[in-house]
């Protein structure tokens, strides 16, 4: 029976895709939703740009994700094939590289050349990809999956102070809105925390800090155009 340890940071692609996408779903549309509310809008006035807030920052965090995963995966995909090229034509210099890389981890040179060998044997693409290159079965760059999960919990996140808006309106909806989207913040901080290891409450201190800025800031813009109108 072959066991296979768990480590956190297998999770590290869908993970950054979903908690950012999360942590901005609640910031920018709470935010959005307290600015708009400063400036005196009307409760119908700040329902609408809540929504018009979540469809569009949804489809962006899924575009934005989508080319800048793709961006990594094109250049993941041309330097697997600048080096197949190089192993066709220079396969001894590639094994002699290889096995440098082993020696400057602190392998014997006699060993590093036999590992070498043995790996580019097996898979020779693989090896170079994996120990020159960096580029890994876990880390492939997955555009669609970083896209969805993006935009996914995006939509969840900005659903949270948007219903909140809908059912409280009136002089109490932005402090309603902002505790509770801070209250959201500190908990998708803690649990992202802890699914990836790292201390709980670094996560939701950090994330309820940078969350409670944006509010204030937006809700100062909010007031100082509302007073202007």
Avoid: C
């Avoid at 920018?28 to 329902?47: D, E, P, R, Y």
């Avoid at 192993?87 to 070498?116: C, H, M, S, W």
């Avoid at 898979?123 to 580029?135: C, M, N, Q, T």
């Amino acid at each position: 029976m072959v066991y296979h340890e768990p480590h956190k940071s297998h999770r590290a692609g869908w993970l950054r895709a979903a908690v950012l996408g999360a942590n901005d779903g609640i910031v920018s549309t709470a935010s959005l939703i307290i600015g708009v509310a400063a400036a005196s809008t009307t409760h119908q006035g700040v329902i609408l740009a809540g929504i018009a807030g979540l469809v569009a920052g949804a489809m962006s965090m899924a575009a934005g994700e989508y080319v800048s995963v793709s961006s990594q995966s094109d250049s993941e995909k041309a330097d697997l094939v600048l080096e197949k090229n190089s192993l066709e034509q220079n396969y001894e210099f590639e094994k002699n590289e290889l096995a440098k890389i082993y020696e400057t981890r602190g392998v014997d040179p006699i060993l590093a050349q036999q590992v070498a060998v043995q790996l580019m044997a097996h898979d020779a693409l693989g090896a170079h990809a994996r120990d020159e290159i960096g580029i890994t079965v876990i880390g492939n760059a997955k555009p669609v999956q970083a896209a969805f999960s993006s935009a996914s919990t995006f939509t969840v996140g900005a659903a949270l102070p948007l219903l909140l808006a809908w059912v409280i309106p009136g002089d109490q909806l932005i402090p309603a809105v902002a505790f509770s989207s801070l209250v959201f913040l500190a908990f998708l901080g803690g649990i992202a925390a802890w699914v990836g290891g790292a201390p709980i409450s670094v996560g939701a201190i950090r994330v309820t800090f940078w969350g409670a800025l944006a509010m204030a800031l937006t809700a100062g813009v909010g007031s100082i155009f509302g007073v202007v109108a």
